[in-house]
């Protein structure tokens, strides 16, 4: 299997080197390994540290900047980073009003976050958590206990990050990001397989007119492996599955991704958006805020993730607000 690297070892640490180079708005501590913006946190606003294994990018580390992320963690590739890194860039970006983890439902992440929020505590750091957990694909894994954390977390640390500027407090901005998780609902369908640096070989194996179902960003299985369809008979399974899940009437409005897993082309994610909008106007739901693209990705890995947010004006007013990241920008 073909990759742009140099040796399986040093990936994160050129990768970081990469994003040094190319984002001066951005600090990063090669050592700490914590991705922070340059401007810092301004007095007195609510930190927002998110992270987790490498080989998702843009998430995480390219959404901290103006209105989302104030810092992120990242791990080696599909491992969720340590309590010492959440530590250093929870200290780093405290700026006196409190810390909020964003985690995604991972054993490894909400273990490590949960002992990172222990160790600022004695260093009398206020931290708060948001969990996520919107796929419904599995209700557990052998990664999680409980649904796991997926496209959602954009929509978390977007929406929670806008609050956050506007000078919310720790328990508003802690509030928001729950609503949110609690609002939001993602299903992914891989059409191959993604290969990690370190194996050189694809995770499972999966026939050329074959798909997985419900898959996860690390390359879990999902609920199950059938012949490749359509794109409309790919957006019927998940929209089917979420709105299962999460019912949506007429008139609601919602966010929609469509999310590329990492080797999908665009023009395919647009044919997929297509399908979403033609399925969900026929519902009488409204999509009232789109993202199409490349956000949470699982390195190489064809296929599409969908997220469906029922939204309120709140969120949809603090969606509209400005954003300055590497990967999402808009308002400014």
Known sequence: MKKLINAPEAVLDDALAGIAAAHRELTVDAAAKVIARADGTRREKVALVSGGGSGHEPLHGGFVGLGMLDAACPGEVFTSPVPDQMLAAAQAVDAGAGVLFIVKNYTGDVLNFQMAGELAGEEDLTVETVLVDDDVAVQDSSFTAGRRGTGATVFVEKIAGALAEQGADLAAVTEMGKRVNAASRSFAVALTACTTPASGKPGFDLAGDEMEVGVGIHGEPGRRREKLRSAKEVVAIALDAILADQPLTAEDRTIVMVNGLGGTPLIELYVVF???????????????????????????????SLTVCKADADMLALWDAPVNTPALRWGI
């Open 274 to 304: 297509k399908e979403v909008a033609a399925t969900l106007a026929d519902k009488g739901v409204v999509i009232a805020r789109s993202l199409v693209g490349n956000y949470v990705t699982s390195l190489d890995m064809a296929g599409v």
